[in-house]
């Protein structure tokens, strides 16, 4: 298993310029997430989906918009990208619901944006 | 809203010192808590949980124990080596629905050999 894969790892845009984070996971999860990372703030949540053909908002989620495409790929997209986007992204995916016990997410690589 | 506080870094140990980076919670209900492990460049990984009140989480080394009284789940290992250089981040998540995870702000460790 890969787990949690995304694409690109690295990314410069100018502001204004859209584009598209993807991410999979080939681990049958339910759950997908957005997380954004920037220093001394932790990680803030942006959206998630629940299941197939859900999602919706987290803590910071203006500026973006998500796509769950299938299962296994959960999109986010920056249509007007701002200098104060600038971060670094993480997908996050969780197993499926009924499992006994706190379950723990899995992290993607991360994609570094620099939006200038 | 639910909310994690970190102990402030960054922290700098030299080789086989005790380690302990602070946690604290908010949150109205009962929620799981987790240390999660970020090496450089590279995502994070789960490092350690508990479910539920006085249970201890270990791994690697590392322990940590859920006080509901106190409201914190502090990290905490014996000897530390210089592979565990890493940023630590607390996080809570509730149990049921979809889990979102908090996250408190994260603690830079360096160990010096």
């Known amino acids: 298993n890969a787990g949690v894969t995304q694409t690109p790892k690295f990314q410069v845009l100018k502001t204004g310029q859209s584009m598209t984070l993807q991410c999979a996971q080939d681990?049958?999860?339910?759950?997908m997430y957005w997380y954004r990372q920037d220093p001394g703030m932790g990680l803030r949540l942006i959206y998630y989906?629940?299941?197939?053909?859900?999602?919706d908002k987290g803590e910071v989620p203006n500026g973006y918009n998500v796509s769950r495409l299938n299962k296994r790929e959960f999109s986010l997209r920056l249509e007007s990208a701002a200098p104060s986007q600038t971060s670094v992204y993480f997908c996050?995916?969780?197993?499926?619901?009924?499992?006994?016990?706190?379950?723990?997410?899995?992290f993607g690589p991360g994609t570094r944006l620099l939006v200038l | 809203g639910d909310s994690v506080t970190q102990m402030e870094g960054p922290v700098t140990l030299s080789e086989e010192a005790f380690l302990t980076i602070n946690c604290t919670y908010t949150?109205?209900?009962?929620?799981?808590l987790f240390w999660y492990v970020q090496y450089p460049g590279e995502g994070l990984q789960l490092l350690l949980k508990?479910?539920?009140?006085?249970d201890k989480g270990s791994n690697k080394g590392f322990e940590a124990t859920y006080r509901k009284e106190t409201t914190s789940f502090h990290l905490e290992k014996g000897s530390v080596q210089v592979s565990d250089s890493a940023v630590y981040f607390c996080?809570?998540?509730?149990?049921?629905?979809?889990?979102?995870?908090?996250f408190g702000q994260g603690t830079r460790l360096t160990i010096n050999p």
């Open positions: 996050a995916s969780i197993p499926t619901e009924g499992l006994a016990g706190p379950r723990a997410q899995y």
């Open positions: 949150a109205t209900g009962y929620p799981s």
């Open positions: 989906s629940a299941s197939e053909g859900t999602t």
């Open positions: 508990a479910t539920k009140a006085d």
């Open positions: 996080a809570l998540s509730e149990n049921t629905g979809a889990q979102k995870l908090v």
């Open positions: 681990m049958n999860h339910n759950s």
